[in-house]
T-cell receptor, first 113, second 107 residues
Framework: DTGVSQNPRHKITKRGQNVTFRCDPI?????LYWYRQTLGQGPEFLTY????????KSRLLSDRFSAERPKGSFSTLEIQRTEQGDSAMYLC???????????FGPGTRLTVT | GQNIDQPTEMTATEGAIVQINCTYQ??????LFWYQQHAGEAPTFLSY????GLEEKGRFSSFLSRSKGYSYLLLKELQMKDSASYLC????????FGKGTRLHILP
């Protein structure tokens, strides 16, 4: 297994456009997490899945953000009507279950112009 | 709610020992993680403490006191490659990260 992968690695978009990111977790990891990280800050929790079920979504996440994990394997994170404040690194992580070490992907760096 | 505090930056000398502190306030506690993050890279796992006490793993050790809401990461025999941010994180289902401590190693 090659670890958690994320695509694209970089995305530049204009304000108001929609973007979608993909995360492929480590095979057989039941849990998948999305985080957002800006310069000088730690990762900020966005949402997480147990298999295909979305168990929690941060209150900081506006309605413009949606995430899916339809078959309990890969996940997508969509941001609609992007704003400059959405510019950040979006990190995905997975682990086998509760309390286990999280394995992070390389991230998708989003720049909104 | 949850609140995690750790120093923003620290500087130490190659070969020395450094201790990075973390204090936390949580509505419920299940475990405390330490992650290392080099600039431009994803975080990588260092340690996980559930019970009070010290856990040693090579040059790195992590301590937890649940009654005091306190943890520290101890790095021994510092190497230049240890220059990175060190993230304290609390949780079990949902993991909440602190802002990280940027550690600078001087030759």
């Amino acid at each position: 297994d090659t670890g958690v992968s994320q695509n694209p690695r970089h995305k530049i978009t204009k304000r108001g456009q929609n973007v979608t990111f993909r995360c492929d977790p480590i095979s057989e990891h039941n849990r998948l997490y999305w985080y957002r990280q800006t310069l000088g800050q730690g990762p900020e929790f966005l949402t997480y899945f147990q298999n295909e079920a979305q168990l929690e979504k941060s209150r900081l996440l506006s309605d413009r953000f949606s995430a899916e994990r339809p078959k309990g394997s890969f996940s997508t994170l969509e941001i609609q009507r992007t704003e400059q404040g959405d510019s950040a690194m979006y990190l995905c992580a997975s682990n086998p279950g509760r309390g286990d070490e999280q394995y992070f992907g390389p991230g998708t760096r989003l720049t909104v112009t | 709610g949850q609140n995690i505090d750790q120093p923003t930056e620290m500087t130490a000398t190659e070969g020395a020992i450094v201790q990075i502190n973390c204090t936390y306030q949580t509505s419920g506690f299940n475990g405390l993680f330490w992650y290392q993050q080099h600039a431009g890279e994803a975080p990588t796992f260092l340690s996980y403490n559930v019970l009070d006490g010290l856990e040693e793993k090579g040059r790195f050790s992590s301590f937890l006191s649940r009654s005091k809401g306190y943890s520290y990461l101890l790095l021994k025999e510092l190497q230049m490659k240890d220059s990175a941010s060190y993230l304290c994180a609390v949780g079990d289902d949902k993991i909440i990260f602190g802002k990280g401590t940027r550690l600078h190693i001087l030759p």
